[in-house]
């Protein structure tokens, strides 16, 4: 199995403070890396799919890099409503996500 | 627009089947890939198992033996069983299209539907 794991579990930014999460697998996954925000109640929403497109619609403050098994995903400039819990999904094998990222406002 | 919509009991016993109906539009049931996956409260996020050009399934190793998808092509709708429930399912259901080979990501989701299983 590809294990999954993020970096930091939590973390807190300004207003305007660039922020990024890593993710990392426990094995090449190539490309196959996607990002997902999720508010309190709400569905996840795809952000990032293959580790560095932006899915369409999503601010460009929001960008992905990576493969093998490093990947980041940052946001240039944090603003308020980015405020929810951010995961990485691997399908290199059966789909697995990442234990998430959450992240507040300082 | 793609859109999906759960619907279910939002309570099930102990050692019941958990059915959820996933209902779609916007596009076709027999085409893409169409997944279940859950969120116990307050945890992460856990893929079940997937339904693709309406008959081909494939679902997470750790609950293989408990999981059926299947769909009704006349409904646009594809569904979830999973049988001999504890506790340890309680969680929010939902349905979204994608996760397959071609394209691994989910792209659309339906709200979620909070199941608990309880005596």
Redesign the interface.
Known sequence: ?IQMTQSPSSLSASVGDRVTITCQASQDISN?L?W?QQKPG?????LI??ASNL?TGVPSRFSGSGSGTDFSFTISSLQPEDIATY?C???DD???????TKVDIK | QVQLQESGPGLVKPSETLSLTCTVSGDSISTNYWSWIRQPPGKGLEWIGYIYYGANTNYNPSLKSRVTISVDTSKNQFSLKLSSVTAADTAVYYCARGGGYSNGWFDYWGQGTLVIVSS
């Open positions: 199995d196959y996607n997902y709400k569905a996840p929403m795809l799919y293959d899915e995961y999904q691997q399908y059966v789909p697995r996500f990442g234990p998430g």
